[in-house]
Structures are given as C-alpha cells and as structure tokens.
C-alpha cells in the first residue's frame, strides 16, 4: 500500500501531470521541462525526482544530458495502470495541448547551450 500511496502522491500535483503528459511525446532533458513549464530547474529537479522515486519515469544519461521518459516495463501493475489512465485523460485540456505544442518546439541545445 505504501507505493501506491508514494504512486498517488507524485501525482497530486498539476505541475507532475504536466511533465507525465509531456514525457508521453518524447524523452526530454531537465531544461527542456523547465522551460515548458517555466519553472526553475531546482523546483523541476524535485517533481522528476519525485515521479522517479514513485516508479513512473526513469532517467538516462547520454553525454552531457540527462533524459527523462516514461518508465516503459513497470514492475508494479499500479504503475502500469497509472501510465494507462494518464494516457487516456487530460488529453483535451488546454494547458496540457499548449505543453505539447511546446514540447514540439523546445531545443535543448539552444536553452542550456551546447552540443
């Protein structure tokens, strides 16, 4: 019960769905998120580390990124069924819609500099 608690947790706030829905497009970097969401890096370090910490995404470091995704092989059914649910709703919410579009748009390479 405690996971599915920490699982519920993570979710509870917009800001976490947000980043969940915009993982659904594609793997993004912290920079990327922040700028989507127009947040500060630290206060988006500490929503992925809490949806990383609840079993719903994962993170990958390739050179000098770190990416995020979608946790793709859960090893919770709750996990697998939250990914499911997310997936379906909160599709035609227009906060939502303007974060893909901008997801679409977001260069790593020009926010945080670099190749």
Same mark, same amino acid.
């Given at each position: 019960?405690?996971? #599915?608690?920490?699982?519920?947790?993570? @979710?509870?706030?917009?800001?976490?769905?947000?980043?969940?829905?915009? #993982? $659904?497009?594609?793997?993004? /970097?912290? /920079? $990327?998120?922040?700028?989507? =969401?127009? @947040?500060?890096?630290?206060? %988006?370090?500490?929503? =992925?580390?809490?949806?990383?910490?609840?079993? =719903?995404?994962?993170? +990958?470091?390739?050179?000098?990124? &770190?990416? !995020? $995704?979608?946790?793709?092989?859960? $090893? =919770? &059914?709750? &996990?697998?069924?939250?990914?499911?649910?997310?997936?379906? !709703?909160?599709?035609?919410?227009?906060?939502?819609?303007? +974060?893909?579009?901008?997801?679409?748009? %977001? +260069?790593?390479?020009?926010?945080?500099?670099g190749d």
């Amino acid at each position: 019960m405690k996971k #599915l608690v920490t699982i519920f947790k993570a @979710l509870s706030d917009p800001n976490r769905v947000r980043i969940m829905k915009m #993982l $659904e497009s594609r793997k993004l /970097c912290l /920079c $990327e998120v922040s700028s989507v =969401l127009k @947040l500060a890096n630290s206060t %988006v370090s500490k929503h =992925l580390s809490i949806l990383k910490n609840a079993g =719903l995404i994962i993170d +990958d470091k390739e050179g000098k990124w &770190v990416n !995020y $995704e979608l946790v793709s092989s859960p $090893e =919770l &059914v709750y &996990v697998q069924d939250m990914l499911l649910l997310l997936k379906k !709703y909160s599709n035609n919410d227009i906060t939502v819609k303007n +974060d893909i579009k901008q997801v679409k748009k %977001v +260069d790593r390479k020009v926010i945080c500099g670099g190749d």
